[in-house]
């Protein structure tokens, strides 16, 4: 091979790296303690302080492109998902933290609404932002325990997926701890991040303390280093300072290098 097409290859590589990695990082951050569900089972200590925390860290990356939502009911946060969608091009990274109730049902995973009766699927949630953006990571720190059912109420909650709705009565919620493995995540174009592994619950943490998916994802965002090495780290570091009860878990891939802390030209290969 010539030295000129050793030195032409090399230089389409490091093009191509360096295109993946000048990809822009947009984030979603929500937070929801609901103070406003008539239901004081729904009560949690510390995710819109946790959501403010994340929000921090990422702005501290330097992440331009960073939107907080705190306490959204179920319209509102219909709307701040379809808008932050709808501001993705095909060259974006879409980062969603969320801190709030998460619960599993007939094997699928919602996010729980402010208002605590509305259930949102989260793999449609996942479609319908990677329809718009390059990649798509979804950070759960969700894994809690579940304030439905084991009572028998009388009460219901509405499932949302995409746009059908059904009603479920509130007692028929699973209430076997954590979320379940997403069953339809294929492709290599998401990362879902759980705060703990599948059939486990992750703690909310003392109140006003935060909870330790959260203080040490907030760390770690700040680090130099890449989105796999994040994740690792962040892993690692909450499966020890909450001496293994707690192992952060992660499902699906993306094909290339995504850095939220600098190094945005200078890819690893």
């Known amino acids: 091979m010539s030295k000129l097409m ?51 860290a990422f702005s501290r990356a330097g992440v331009d492109d960073v939107i907080l939502l705190l306490e959204p009911d179920q319209s509102h946060l219909r709307m701040a998902l379809s808008q932050f969608s ?23 995973n919602y996010i729980v609404a402010g ?24 950070i759960l720190d969700a ?33 076997t701890g954590g979320l379940a493995q997403i069953g339809d995540l294929r492709g290599l174009s998401t990362v879902v991040f759980f705060s703990t592994e599948p059939g486990n619950v ?21 680090r130099r280093q890449s989105l796999d090495d994040l994740l690792r780290r962040t892993a690692i570091r909450v499966n020890e300072e909450t001496g293994g009860q707690q192992s952060p878990w992660r499902q699906g891939d993306i094909p290339f290098d995504v850095f939220v802390a600098g190094m945005k030209v200078m890819a690893i290969p």
């Not at 208002?115 to 798509?136: C, F, H, M, P």
């Open 86 to 108: 709808d501001n993705l091009s095909e060259e974006d990274v879409a980062i969603i933290y969320y801190a709030g109730h998460a619960v599993q049902y007939e094997g699928e």
């Open 115 to 138: 208002d605590g009766k509305t259930l949102i699927n989260l793999i449609n949630l996942i479609d319908t932002v990677n329809q718009r953006s390059k990649a798509t990571v979804v």
């Open 6 to 56: 050793q030195i032409w290859l090399a230089f389409t590589a490091f093009f191509a790296l360096s295109s993946a990695a000048l990809a822009e990082e947009k984030v979603l951050i929500i937070g929801i303690d609901y103070t406003t569900a008539e239901d004081e089972r729904m009560l949690l200590s510390n995710p819109v302080r946790d959501a403010r925390e994340i929000s921090r």
């Open 202 to 222: 992750a703690t909310d943490g003392e109140a006003g303390e935060g909870s330790p998916f959260a203080k040490v994802f907030a760390r770690e965002v700040r």
């Open 143 to 175: 894994c809690r325990n579940s304030p439905y059912g084991g009572i028998a109420t009388g009460r219901s909650v509405t499932l949302e997926n995409g746009n059908a709705r059904r009603s479920v009565a509130e007692d028929a919620i699973a209430t």
